[in-house]
């Protein structure tokens, strides 16, 4: 046999086999395989249906108040199944359209914050230096900006839209995401494979790409998830404090009515506990999910030596 | 200094002067400059093996490193293919690339774990923009696995890294580096991670492409019988400078220099007695680079310094390198690469 | 009676739904005052072995067969509190790395009083302090040095200060897993120097744990060559490796190539063999000889047959049908 020939063998570890890259699917079952994944997946899977589904089977018009008086904060009853508000409005059918708007604006704004963290995070730990130096103390910069007097300032300049709800959301969520994945770059740029890779003459962009982009990919996926339960979370305070789009029908501006035409002490509780309890799984759906993610994806990372 | 060359035609690499040095540590007023290295020249041959040996912390690395641009050299020249590799930058540098490549010392850490063999070895051609079609980049990757003794290499072409023992994951940097024909090759340490068994198998390779290739390497590690194996000429490496350097056979059977007199004895396993009593060759730690001896960086533990009543020269002069063997007749005006130099006061000049 | 007998032990570790056997039925044995020292590359099972002695075994891996006595005590079934008292005082050991194992913000004479006091409490400081001081100047560190941070240590000095740690409590046996990877040549030797002197002086048992051939025959008296979990070979190492003037009388094909494979720089300039292939999958089952795929001088009855164990003389066995076939 010539010692030159080195044959292909079986695996040669099966510790080793846990290196492989993940397909997409496994990433899946894993979540479903894991407690709390599958609780936040089960709660998505709803959440989703009820926004995406729901109102298709029961439209809501925003211009059909009470006929009379009589149908005022009515409690639940077969007719309108969570009751009505102080406009006479069917509070269910406000819940499954106010759903949206908290997504929507919760999705918005995570993409700022991903795309705005992960890329400054990436640029920031990859170059180090003076640029690191910079770019970490604008960084510090918008992680200390509050969010509230930032969003009343801003919809006083520009008034209150999903826009400017989704860009103050954003601008204040994505410090910590940059700073995840920076500390997560600073140490793959020591690897041996970004000096191999530099030693054949690759350029920055492409080891960004190529070789470090992917192996912070898990992480900014994990990161996402929690992310965007907090933003949905941000986006309903702030729509309960007054401060979201008045026209759109979220369901902190239902929560917002709800307080202001004094549904507690009138013990409308079917009024509160509806867009409430929304909100709730909501965010614990994303959150947990992200958790689950976090959890499956770290030995990846640990183990990407 | 010796001689100036005389053949630079045939050099695929001249480094004259080498300084790097690093920040020290300490407050901001009292911080001292450390040289990892300390005004290293040497030359490379087009097909030569020389290999740099050293412990760790004396600078081989950082030398290496130093040439591959992938640290920043202080001073010093950096000559191949007519250009200074130490100014370069940009394209030109990326150019540059094509003629000087690297190996790692981790197999593991030095490929990425989700590109299959493929994706790793056609890289290189992308970047510099070889082969024109897929169909022939393939083909030019599937010959680079198969210089590198990766066979069959088209199945072997699909596979992940870990699906790979560490013997063949070093192949597959190799692979990558000499599918842009590079002429000098610098391979840091590159059995040291690998068992026993494989060794072997990848010095046998490096020295099977060099004699098919011509490729020349600069060959760094830590183990003086290693350096044995292959390399045509070897040069021994102590806190930042060249304390010697020559043939290998030159340099292993009689050495120069005590410190390499040291290394051998114990790489050897010659300090060992008939009665299994192990003699101590050198006393005390390599110092750090920070605090570099006066006059010859070894004498603190010079074993010949001592044998000699601890000479004043040794404390107060610097050592330079010079010829002690050589096999042209010192009249003549050549410079000849096979001079065996070292850089003591006192060098051993015995003949082998 | 020997100092630590292992019999028949076997360690399985449990990776995600398989099961893999690192150390299979494996016997030694090691006299008081013997330095034994067990070789094999990466994966054959010899750092499983060392840490199944101390019971350090991670959490997924676990001793399914066998015993362990240490100086007549049976240790496998003993309970934890038990073991503790036994380990540092009867058996310690120095792990791969342990150079790195020191903690960075205590001062190195502080650590070495730790290992005293925690295994005696009620030790008086002035007699603590003084083996510290004892424990020092028996592995080469200036007193002068001992309240020095392990950062201010190099490498080999690190090592040493393990040493010492290891030595605190008057083991009769010293388990050293790789004790000079990762340092200098002359580091190197001077650890091994430093083994060897302490056999003697402190009349201690030594189980040396390494992929370095070289450095095994410096200070080991017996030879245990591992393979893929089993042991190949066993004997004395001037037996197996051969000494000054002595040839090898190696009879493992594997061995034989370990010997090959680690260049000397007396002989010509020869360019080892080495050896292609890598060692078997352990998760899957095994047929014949675990060395087959890579043995140079395989046979037909090598694929199929497990190999007997051969006495090749007094102390010397391969597990190996080629040298059953040269004892007939």
């Given at each position: 046999m010539n010692d030159a020939d080195d044959v292909l063998g079986q695996v040669t570890s099966p510790v080793l086999a846990e290196f492989a890259p993940k397909p997409r699917s496994g990433v899946l079952r894993s979540i479903w395989k894991d407690p709390t994944g599958r609780s936040g997946l089960i709660m998505l899977v709803f959440v989703l249906f009820v926004i995406l589904i729901g109102p298709v089977i029961f439209p809501f018009d925003s211009q059909s108040f009470g006929s009379s008086a009589a149908s005022i904060l009515q409690p639940p009853s077969r007719a309108h199944w969570m009751g009505t508000t102080e406009l006479g409005q069917d509070v269910f059918r406000q819940f499954l359209v106010g759903g949206r708007i908290s997504l929507y604006v919760g999705l918005s704004a995570t993409l700022i914050a991903m795309v705005l963290g992960a890329g400054l995070g990436l640029v920031s730990g990859y170059y180090a230096g003076w640029r690191d130096t910079v770019l970490m103390r604008i960084t510090d910069f918008f992680l200390v900006l509050p969010t509230l007097p930032l969003i009343i300032v801003l919809a006083a300049l520009f008034g209150q839209s999903i826009l400017v709800t989704s860009l103050v959301i954003g601008m204040t969520s994505w410090p910590q995401t940059a700073r995840i994945i920076r500390s997560q770059v600073l140490s793959l740029r020591e690897r041996p494979l970004v000096q191999r890779v530099r030693s054949l003459g690759a350029g920055d962009l492409r080891i960004m790409r190529k070789h470090i982009l992917p192996k912070v990919a898990p992480l900014i996926l994990a990161n996402l998830a929690l992310v965007l339960s907090g933003a949905v979370l941000a986006q309903a305070a702030l729509a309960f404090l007054g401060l979201g789009d008045p026209v759109q029908v979220s369901w902190g501006t239902t929560l917002h009515n709800a307080f202001n035409s004094g549904a507690m002490s009138q013990g409308a509780w079917w009024y509160v506990m509806t867009p409430g309890a929304g909100i709730v799984v909501m965010v614990l759906a994303f959150s947990l999910v992200g958790h689950s993610l976090d959890r499956i994806l770290n030995p990846l990372l640990r183990g990407d030596r | 200094m010796t001689a100036s060359t005389t053949r630079g035609s045939n050099h695929v690499l001249e480094v004259r002067d080498l300084v790097v040095q690093f920040a020290g540590r300490g407050s901001w007023r009292h911080r001292r400059a450390v040289k990892a290295v300390d005004g290293v020249s040497f030359d490379i041959e087009k097909g030569e093996i020389l290999a740099l040996v050293g412990e760790s912390g004396c600078g081989k690395s950082t030398i290496a490193l130093s040439v591959m641009r992938l640290l920043e050299p202080t001073s010093g020249r950096i000559i191949s293919g007519g250009e200074d590799l130490a100014t370069l930058r940009g394209r030109a540098l990326r150019r540059a690339r094509r003629r000087v490549q690297m190996i790692f010392q981790d197999p593991f850490g030095s490929l990425n774990q989700r590109q299959t063999v493929y994706d790793t070895v056609v890289e290189p051609l992308v970047i510099h923009k070889l082969g024109t079609t897929p169909q022939e980049r393939r083909a030019m990757v599937i010959e680079a696995l198969d210089l590198a003794h990766l066979r069959p290499p088209e199945r072997l072409a699909s596979v992940y890294p870990h699906e790979l023992s560490g013997g063949q994951r070093q192949r597959v940097a190799i692979a990558s580096a000499m599918v842009i024909r590079p002429e000098l090759v610098i391979a840091d340490e590159p059995v040291s991670m690998l068992d026993v068994s494989a060794r072997a198998g990848i010095l046998r390779l490096m020295m099977d492409l060099r004699d098919r290739l011509g490729t020349s390497y600069l060959f760094i590690t830590h183990d003086l019988a290693v350096a044995w194996m292959v390399a045509d000429r070897i040069a021994v490496v102590y806190l930042g400078r060249i304390v010697e350097i020559g043939p290998a056979t030159s340099l292993v059977d009689g050495p120069a220099h005590p410190y390499t007199k040291a290394l051998l004895s114990v790489s050897s396993g010659d300090d060992v007695s008939e009665d299994g009593e192990i003699t101590s060759v050198l006393s005390g730690e390599t110092p750090s680079a920070a605090n570099v001896p006066s006059g010859c960086r070894f004498h603190p533990r010079c074993p010949r310094y001592l044998e000699l009543g601890e000479p004043e020269r040794c404390r107060a002069e610097d050592p330079q390198l010079h010829v002690v063997r050589r096999r042209v007749p010192p009249s003549s005006e050549v410079y000849d690469a096979n001079a065996h130099q070292c850089a003591c006061h006192f060098a051993i000049e015995e003949a082998p | 009676m020997?100092?630590?007998?292992?019999?028949?032990?076997?360690?399985?570790?449990?990776?995600?739904?398989?099961?893999?056997?690192?150390?299979?039925?494996?016997?030694?044995?090691?006299?008081?005052?013997?330095?034994?020292?067990?070789?094999?590359?990466?994966?054959?099972?010899?750092?499983?072995?060392?840490?199944?002695?101390?019971?350090?075994?991670?959490?997924?891996?676990?001793?399914?067969?066998?015993?362990?006595?240490?100086?007549?005590?049976?240790?496998?079934?003993?309970?934890?509190?038990?073991?503790?008292?036994?380990?540092?005082?009867?058996?310690?050991?120095?792990?791969?790395?342990?150079?790195?194992?020191?903690?960075?913000?205590?001062?190195?004479?502080?650590?070495?009083?730790?290992?005293?006091?925690?295994?005696?409490?009620?030790?008086?400081?002035?007699?603590?302090?003084?083996?510290?001081?004892?424990?020092?100047?028996?592995?080469?560190?200036?007193?002068?040095?001992?309240?020095?941070?392990?950062?201010?240590?190099?490498?080999?000095?690190?090592?040493?200060?393990?040493?010492?740690?290891?030595?605190?409590?008057?083991?009769?046996?010293?388990?050293?897993?790789?004790?000079?990877?990762?340092?200098?040549?002359?580091?190197?030797?001077?650890?091994?120097?430093?083994?060897?002197?302490?056999?003697?002086?402190?009349?201690?048992?030594?189980?040396?744990?390494?992929?370095?051939?070289?450095?095994?025959?410096?200070?080991?008296?017996?030879?245990?060559?591992?393979?893929?979990?089993?042991?190949?070979e066993m004997g004395t190492t001037e037996e197996v490796l051969g000494r000054h003037g002595r040839p090898a009388a190696a009879a493992h094909p594997y061995t034989l190539a370990l010997i090959e494979a680690h260049p000397d720089l007396h002989g010509e300039r020869l360019l080892a063999q080495g050896l292609p292939g890598h060692p078997p999958d352990l998760s899957k089952p095994i047929v014949g000889c675990r060395f087959a795929d890579r043995c140079p001088s395989v046979m037909p009855i090598c694929r199929t047959e497990a190999p007997p164990t051969v006495t090749l003389s007094a102390g010397h066995v391969a597990v190996c049908h080629l040298a059953a076939k040269g004892a007939r």
């Open positions: - | - | 020997s100092l630590l007998e292992i019999d028949d032990l076997s360690v399985d570790y449990r990776i995600g739904s398989q099961m893999l056997r690192a150390v299979d039925h494996v016997s030694l044995r090691v006299e008081r005052g013997e330095a034994v020292g067990i070789v094999g590359e990466s994966g054959c099972g010899k750092t499983s072995l060392g840490l199944s002695i101390p019971f350090l075994l991670p959490t997924n891996a676990a001793i399914s067969s066998g015993t362990v006595t240490l100086a007549g005590h049976e240790l496998v079934g003993m309970s934890e509190r038990e073991l503790n008292r036994l380990r540092w005082t009867s058996v310690a050991f120095v792990f791969q790395g342990a150079m790195n194992a020191l903690n960075p913000v205590q001062r190195v004479d502080r650590q070495i009083l730790e290992a005293i006091t925690a295994h005696d409490p009620r030790v008086e400081r002035d007699v603590a302090n003084a083996r510290v001081l004892e424990l020092l100047d028996l592995v080469g560190i200036a007193p002068a040095r001992s309240k020095s941070y392990p950062h201010e240590f190099s490498g080999g000095m690190r090592q040493r200060a393990m040493i010492a740690m290891a030595l605190a409590c008057r083991p009769s046996l010293l388990i050293a897993d790789e004790p000079t990877t990762a340092l200098d040549v002359i580091s190197q030797a001077q650890i091994l120097a430093l083994l060897s002197t302490l056999r003697r002086s402190e009349d201690l048992s030594v189980l040396m744990i390494s992929h370095d051939l070289a450095a095994i025959k410096r200070v080991c008296d017996r030879i245990v060559v591992m393979y893929a979990g089993i042991m190949v």
